[in-house]
């Protein structure tokens, strides 16, 4: 099994491609190992690594954050392991009584929202992903889009710029009525 690994735009973080799915639909996130134990063997692995701080499982990627005062230099061969030893395990990446975490539900009955939305999943979502995160519609209220931020991208010392200069310029250009976009914990 061949593992291969991006760097993204959060120094803190690595993106590992085990050239298979991972979940396929939906994601999860990880920020504890006891959440990890009760809900994902994969992640488990991962946050057996000393200096893992958290465990972002995507479609096709994991993206693993460490803790400052860590170097990737030693870290990124010990999760290559865990990451392999998990596939060629056979184990699922969740347990059965674990789902992945669906988008927010959010009243589409809005067409300003469904625009929002569209563009989101159709523009943002996908080149997010490729940098190891994820980006989420949370809400709209009075012209102001929140969106949550997810694995990569949360605390990504760029986060606040892609923000403001790429997504909030997007949806102000393609939907007149938002106004300022803001991220959410």
Request: hydrophobic share 40%.
């Amino acid at each position: 099994m061949f593992i291969q690994t991006e760097q993204t735009p959060n120094p803190a973080t690595l993106k590992f491609l085990p050239g298979q799915p991972v979940l396929g639909e939906g994601t999860a996130e990880f920020d504890d190992p006891l959440d990890a134990e009760a809900k994902s063997p994969l992640a488990m692995r991962v946050f057996g690594v000393d200096g893992v701080k958290s465990v972002y499982l995507g479609q096709d990627f994991v993206s693993v954050t460490k803790h400052e005062g860590f170097d990737w230099y030693l870290l990124k061969p010990a999760v290559l392991g865990a990451v392999m030893e998990h596939f060629m395990s056979g184990e699922p990446v969740l347990l059965a009584a674990t789902t992945p975490e669906p988008a927010a539900v959010i009243d589409d009955d809005d067409p300003t929202v469904r625009q929002i939305r569209e563009l989101i999943d159709t523009r943002v979502r996908p080149a997010v992903a490729r940098d190891g995160g994820d980006i989420t519609l949370h809400g709209y209220e009075r012209g102001i889009v929140y969106l949550h931020m997810r694995g990569a991208c949360s605390g990504c010392p760029s986060s606040a710029m892609t923000l403001k200069s790429g997504i909030e310029n997007l949806l102000k250009y393609y939907v007149p009525e938002v106004v300022e976009v803001r991220a959410v914990n």
